[in-house]
């Protein structure tokens, strides 16, 4: 004979328990997925942003240097410090500039400009560029 139960509802109602559980895992980890990935955009486009201050940094000290060298044509470089007023309000930067005599056969000057936004041991991002000014040319702007 077959046994009847004594609450049928009981095992209905703990089916449905465990079927809205398993609904809010899936979208505690649906939610938690989304939240990384938008952590995760929100660093690359910062990161990209760094990238191009510091492009600019290093294409300003570049202009600096040049117009340095056509006003004092001695002119050997400088730790050029910008305060984050100057720039974000958030990040300030540092451009260093040297100027050195080019080797040979060449005669003139080489221009190196590293540029390191923000001023960060861990976080910055470092540009570099180098120019050769002719000899004929130093003195004169660009």
């Keep these: 004979m077959p ?3 004594k609450h049928p509802g009981v095992r209905r109602a703990g089916l449905m328990l465990a079927a809205v559980l398993a609904v809010l895992v899936v979208v505690a980890l649906v939610g938690a997925a989304l939240t990384m ?4 955009n929100t660093r690359q486009v910062r990161k990209s942003e760094q990238r191009q201050q510091s492009l ?3 294409e300003s000290g570049m202009q600096r240097a040049l117009a340095r060298v056509a006003a004092a044509p001695d002119y050997r470089g400088e730790r050029w410090s910008i305060p984050k007023e100057s720039l974000d309000g958030k990040n300030s930067a540092v ?3 040297v100027v050195e005599p080019a080797k040979e056969p060449q005669q003139g000057l080489l221009i190196r400009v590293e540029s390191s936004y923000p001023d960060d041991p861990v976080h910055k ?3 570099h560029r180098d120019r050769f000014v002719p000899a004929a040319n130093q003195g004169a702007s660009s």
């Design 3 to 5: 046994r009847k139960r």
């Design 37 to 40: 990935s938008l952590v995760n």
């Design 56 to 58: 600019w940094l290093a």
């Design 95 to 97: 451009v260093t500039i």
């Design 125 to 127: 991002v470092i540009f």
